[in-house]
């Protein structure tokens, strides 16, 4: 599944090819998406110009003349550049026509989503009630402090609840745990301002890293065959059940919190 860094990458490779550039035509082959693809999108987007390619959350917005095209990319999406009109697979649900290149949306699993927005983006119902960017200067121990304050559950769910910060899937919470050494299922309210500030920085560098490791990806953007925009990571415990502790050997354990698997270092990370 893609995370906000790929997403994000995502963003960076198909920025030069599509910002301040002039729709030439869309390509609907399956509307049958999360949510249907608005039919009349040609109609709407044709001789638009984007004016601005953003990120919020794991949303793309692509800022145009009259309104925001809002991509997300599910499960299984990715979006990469392409000669227009070359031949599609079956998965290839959507062409976004720029010029003599085109965005291609192929998505298997259909959960992803393209949606129109005529006003501002902040206000629509998806984005309206998201938390702080990860990576803003907004996000630190001082609010994640605050935000946590009187929640019984597990700090991994807190840093993964989007109301309070976005774009911390289940790869990065583990991660970002695991670098600020403390225990997934400790409780979210009792952790010190000084431990809030630790966490806060270990997310940071967590998904910076990340996206230095997908940057080595960016130029295949604009290769033939193009880039999922998937990128292979090392992790310090995510995916590493009876491995050892990269810091200290000890085996990485297993745990499920809210459905999901939890890793961590029982030594490292000790309640
Ligand atoms: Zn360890």
Redesign the pocket.
Known sequence: MPELPEVEITRRGIEPFVDQRTITGVTVRDRRLRWPVPGNLDAILRGSRVHAVRRRAKYLLLECDKGTLIVHLGMSGSLRVVRAGSPHGPYDHLDLDVGEMALRLRDPRRFGAVLWHAGDPARHPLLAGLGVEPLSPDFGGALLHAATRGRRAGVKLALMDNKIVVGVGNIYANESLFRARINPVVAAGRLSRERCERLADAVRATLQDALAAGGSTLRDFAHSDGSSGYFQQQYLVYDRTGAP?R????PIRRRVQGQRSTYY?P???RR
């Open positions: 502790c810091v200290c050997g000890a270092c030594a490292c990370q």
